[in-house]
């Protein structure tokens, strides 16, 4: 039986410290990229208090993570990060690595810090903080090289702070790691002992709705039992209604595996879950499945509600099992093309290209290389992304910004929404492929390339300053970059 992994980890409010009986000695502990960066948080706000400077918040995965990699290599390596950080910066690595995990201290360290400060989800992720506790800004993602970073990091810098919520956040700058970590290890003792079968989660009902429905109220939704047979059709997702009561004084997160027999394995693609936030007490939680390759049908046989703890944090085994429902729920495919959809009626264009902007990314080579140009591409989510939607209001769809990149570059958008039905047949063939091509992991990401269709500079997220600044920044960001001659062929490509 294959299982594929939807949520989030289960853990008490109180496991994240481990027993802390004396003074943290991190001779031993392992450091960031130089001797320069702090590993002990202590350590770290006192110099910070001493020298005025920034807290510079690292929160990586040094030995998986390929973004991390990036960041380190175009940014955090380089002589001019070095000089800049001397100047204005307490740097602190707080790392996860997995293939030569950190020691339990260290682990425990670093997952206080990140649980209890505001950062952003995924890694890397820079949290930017002032020694009084108030948060500057942050950044996240390694698609930029040190050059525009440090502008980035300037302007943080420059920003006013922001008071950050949250009891262990504000503990952390009042009393300390040490001092936090022993209130939370004498907390979680003071609780009365449970096993794992006083944690009770079940599925109650099952419920084919609309995407937009997996968030918000669920009034008015109707839910049948687990074991009623359900034809999903392409497009739908399934809520689960989840049942919970946790012994009181601990919270949890739930999750589900999906389960079906090896023999359709090849069937069934990724599935996804609503976040939820640690739950407490009695109630109800609500998940979904939402097949992420559309196209193939996918038979769920199993869904089993479960919750688990990290070994090395708690006293509670890895991966029991609370509860199974024998779910039946056969996922349709969409007749049509070999991805599975229809492009009968597909748009001749994608309908999220703005005006001045082309999706044929072949076409958009010949022409590069023709008229001597680079090409700008922007990977986008245009139905769900707030981020994306943003980029696109203010900065990539203004006649401004499109006359004036147009004369450098050919711009094509790359959309990937949820709504399917809004791209063209070519966009629906090629989008998947030049995201995986160019290692686009979040939205919006802008990868500019050569006609060859070879890499030259990228970064991610959302920038301000509207069409002049995003300009401005294009100017900084392929600033030495060689440009093709006019006059060109782009050599063969496969995607």
């Not at 939820?276 to 046989?301: D, I, M, N, Q």
């Not at 085994?317 to 049509?336: D, E, I, M, N, R």
């Not at 290209?353 to 590069?368: C, L, M, N, S, Y």
């Amino acid at each position: 039986m294959k299982r594929v992994w939807i949520g989030i980890v289960t853990m008490s409010a109180f496991a994240v410290a481990a027993s802390v009986a004396a003074a943290i000695d991190d001779a031993g502990w392992r450091g960031g990229p130089s001797e320069a960066w702090f590993v002990n948080w202590d350590k770290a706000l006192a110099e910070a208090r001493k020298t005025n400077k920034a807290l510079f918040l690292l929160n990586t995965g040094s030995d998986w993570c390929g973004w991390c990699k990036r960041l380190k290599a175009d940014v955090l390596d380089t002589p001019e990060f070095a000089k800049f950080a001397s100047q204005k910066l307490v740097l602190v690595y707080l790392d996860s690595p997995t293939r030569n995990p950190l020691g339990k201290e260290q682990k425990s360290h670093n997952r206080l810090i990140v649980k209890s400060l505001p950062f952003g989800g995924g890694v890397p992720h820079v949290l930017v903080m002032n020694a009084k506790g108030e948060k500057l800004g942050a950044i996240g993602g390694g698609g930029m090289k040190v050059g525009p970073y440090l502008e980035k990091l300037r302007g943080i810098l420059g920003a006013d702070g922001e008071k950050v919520n949250g009891k262990d956040a504000e503990r952390l700058f009042k009393v300390g790691y040490e001092k936090l970590a022993a209130e939370i290890a004498a907390a979680r003792a003071a609780l009365p002992p449970v096993s794992t079968n006083d944690f009770k989660a079940v599925i109650t009902g099952l419920a084919v709705v609309e995407p937009s429905q997996r968030r918000g109220s669920k009034d008015g939704i109707d839910f049948v039992p687990p074991e009623t047979p359900l034809e999903v059709p392409f497009g739908k997702t399934v809520l689960f209604r989840v049942e919970y009561d946790f012994p009181e004084g601990y919270s949890a997160r739930i999750w589900m595996n999906t389960v079906w027999p090896r023999e359709e394995r090849r069937n069934a693609y990724g599935f996804g879950v609503n976040p939820s936030p640690l739950y407490k007490g009695k109630g109800t939680a609500y998940g979904f499945l939402l097949l992420h390759e559309k196209g193939t049908a996918c038979v769920l046989r199993t869904a089993a509600v479960t919750t688990n703890s990290d070994p090395e944090l708690d006293d509670f085994p890895h991966g029991w099992q609370a509860a199974t429902a024998a779910v039946k729920l056969v996922f349709k495919s969409k007749t049509g093309d070999e991805d599975g959809e229809s492009a009968d009626d597909a748009p001749a264009v994608s309908k999220s290209v703005p005006k001045g902007w082309t999706e044929d990314f072949e076409a958009a080579r010949q022409q590069a290389a023709k008229e001597g140009k680079l090409i700008l591409l922007d990977f986008s989510g245009s139905d769900w992304c707030g981020w994306c939607k943003k980029m696109d209001e203010e900065v990539f769809s203004r006649d401004r910004f499109v006359r004036e990149v147009a004369k450098k570059f050919v711009l094509v958008m790359v959309d990937s929404p949820r709504d399917r039905s809004i791209l063209s047949a070519l966009a629906r063939k090629q989008n998947q492929k030049l995201t995986e091509k160019y290692g686009v992991r979040g939205f919006p990401t802008v990868v500019i390339v050569n006609p060859d269709g070879e890499m030259v500079k990228s970064h991610s997220g959302y920038r301000n300053g509207g069409p002049q600044g995003y300009i401005k920044y294009l100017r900084e960001l392929t600033r030495g970059v060689k440009w093709p001659r006019k006059g060109g062929t782009a050599k063969p490509m496969d995607l």
